[in-house]
């Protein structure tokens, strides 16, 4: 598919439609939807927006690519004087003080946020069926979950009722809802884009990460969000990526995938023929594929959750009805803090907060979350070699296709482990950006640290080889 | 006080227990090989250079964003704060 936002934008030019009706359609769609997408809708801030855009477009004035360009965002960003909920009952009447630095980028574009969108609570599941606001429909079968834990991102880009949503991946929250709605979704770089104003899940690895239709628009988005930020100090300056330095690809000579990942018995039979089908096109290019040997899944997701869950702890250790959120008053502020939390936390965000406290806790830290950072230092390891082998590691995005709704809340292992292919990549901070092609729920392109570039142009020629 | 503390006090959540799914995961991590024991000698740092360090200065907050900060105040009182009393049980 072409890219959306510039065929809007001329559209917009050539005032074959109007910014305001372009909103109001969207609107309309977000509020009639039956797939649990929306949050809550910022309808009269975003049509006031709009009519300022016509009126710069009637006075003969340029606009920008993205000016009056209709987004999502995830409900755990914040925008000023908007909720951000992190779809939690805790936070369910809580308003942003101000505005995420990734966000402020786009509203400086000329971009309009029309939606917060539903997700798991805090980021804490991979089907969007941990939230208040119910779970998530599948974009292709309402009877399937919609991916998680920015399903609602990604349901609403599938659908069209927002042009491109900025999801949040820390284990492959954007990728995995990607895949599994058929969409194109990108983890850049770990410090690529601020992480300032996205409500930290684990700070390690939390990435801010566009979700589109297009290679093109994820482009246009990625380059808007990126640079130095002095408000997150991991982040670092990135250059500008031209679309003519992606449509090259003569440059890509070899191709790797991890073995281990499709010899594992948990892959879908049918996610295995056809991914091994997508890797013979490759090679009918021209390109050498590599197998590559890597850590068995069961070790990459327990490191990552071990690591996300003590990173977690520590970063919703602040959330007790204090200061904000919904506080429930007992006989003392102990006990306050116990209640709130117990009663306002789902299960989930209470099993992780649990498990990250057990590993960090003396007698356990060494045994598990030390062993976990030494594990994830060797992982890192693996992957800078690999780099020397190879250009771009391919993989599939899950093992296997979205479950019903429904089935993920009853087997959290389950759950976890349908994790095994995303985690590495974040573990490892590396771009990886899924394509909605060669299996049912897409494949996964990774490159090199800081070369999102690459990935992007690896994205372009499958385009037309798969 | 006892200086045993128990994951529920640990959280703050009351009656938590540990969970037998995530405790599966810890199994594996418990059971892994590491042929690097050293957690510090790792190569994702994404430090900060001396000379790159944000100012060190106090920025005053909006209006808008001082007002918001108090409407979320779960309790509020001629414009203060309410919190439960502090008494260390």
Do not use: W
């Not at chain 1, 109001?24 to 809708?41: A, F, G, I, P, W």
């Not at chain 2, 503390?5 to 199994?27: C, H, W, Y």
Request: glycine share 8%; with cysteine; charged share 25%.
């Amino acid at each position: 598919m072409k890219s959306q936002i510039q065929h809007i934008h001329q559209q917009l030019i050539d005032k074959t439609i109007s910014c305001v009706d372009l909103v109001q359609e969207k609107l309309n769609l977000l509020k009639d939807n039956t797939h649990n997408t929306v949050n809550s809708l910022l309808t009269d801030v975003a049509l006031e927006q709009a009519a300022k855009v016509d009126t710069k477009i009637a006075n003969g004035e340029t606009i920008g690519l993205l000016e009056g360009i209709p987004f999502g965002i995830k409900d755990v960003y914040m925008l000023q004087g908007t909720y951000a909920t992190a779809s939690s009952d805790l936070l369910k009447k809580y308003k942003s003080a101000y505005t995420a630095t990734a966000i402020q980028k786009l509203l400086d574009a000329g971009a309009i946020p029309i939606v917060k969108e539903n997700c798991d609570s805090f980021g804490h599941g991979s089907s969007s069926e941990n939230t208040i606001f119910g779970a998530v429909k599948n974009a292709v079968n309402p009877e399937l979950v919609g991916g998680g834990s920015s399903g609602g991102s990604a349901v609403n880009v599938a659908k069209d009722y927002t042009v491109f949503s900025i999801g949040g991946d820390t284990g492959g929250s954007v990728r995995q809802p990607a895949g599994y709605n058929n969409i194109y979704g990108l983890k850049p770089t770990y410090g690529r884009i601020s992480r300032y104003g996205l409500m930290a899940y684990a700070s390690s690895t939390d990435c801010v990460g566009p979700l589109a239709k297009s290679v093109e628009d994820i482009r246009i988005v990625l380059n808007a969000m990126s640079g130095k930020d002095t408000k997150d100090q991991t982040t670092y300056t990135s250059e500008t990526i031209e679309e003519s330095n992606i449509l090259n690809t003569s440059d890509i000579k070899t191709v790797g995938y991890f073995k281990n990942f499709i010899e594992s018995e948990a892959i879908d039979a049918q996610i295995k023929n056809d991914f091994l089908a997508s890797i013979e096109k490759i090679k009918a290019k021209g390109i050498q594929v590599k197998e590559l040997d890597f850590f068995k899944s069961d070790i990459l997701v327990s490191t990552y959750y071990t690591l996300a869950m003590a990173e977690t702890a520590s970063n919703l250790s602040r959330l007790d009805g204090t200061n904000y959120g919904d506080r429930i008053d007992d006989k003392d502020l102990k006990e306050s803090y116990a209640v709130t939390r117990s009663e306002k936390f789902s299960e989930e965000t209470k099993r992780r907060i649990v498990g990250g406290n057990q590993v960090l806790s003396q007698g356990f830290s060494d045994e598990i979350y030390l062993k976990g950072l030494a594990l994830r230092d060797a992982i890192s390891e693996n992957f800078e070699k690999d780099f020397e082998e190879v250009n771009i590691i391919l993989s599939p995005v899950t093992p296997s296709t979205p479950p019903k709704i429904g089935d993920s809340l009853k087997d959290p292992l389950a759950m976890y482990l349908s994790d095994a292919y995303t985690v590495g990549f974040s573990l490892g901070q590396l771009p990886t950006l899924t394509v909605p092609q060669g299996t049912e729920t897409g494949l996964q392109v990774t490159a090199a640290k800081n070369n999102d570039e690459l990935v992007l142009k690896f994205a372009n020629f499958l385009k037309d080889t798969i | 006080m006892s200086k045993i503390m128990t994951v529920d006090v640990l959280s703050s959540i009351k009656g938590a227990q540990p969970s037998e799914a995530v405790n599966r995961l810890f199994d594996v991590i418990k059971n892994a090989q590491t042929t690097n024991n050293n957690p510090f000698n790792n190569n994702h740092n994404n430090c900060v250079s001396l000379d790159n360090l944000r100012d060190d200065v106090v920025i005053e907050s909006s209006t808008v964003e001082k007002q918001i900060i108090k409407d979320n105040f779960p309790k509020e009182k001629d414009g203060y704060l309410v919190v439960s009393k502090v008494i260390d049980a």
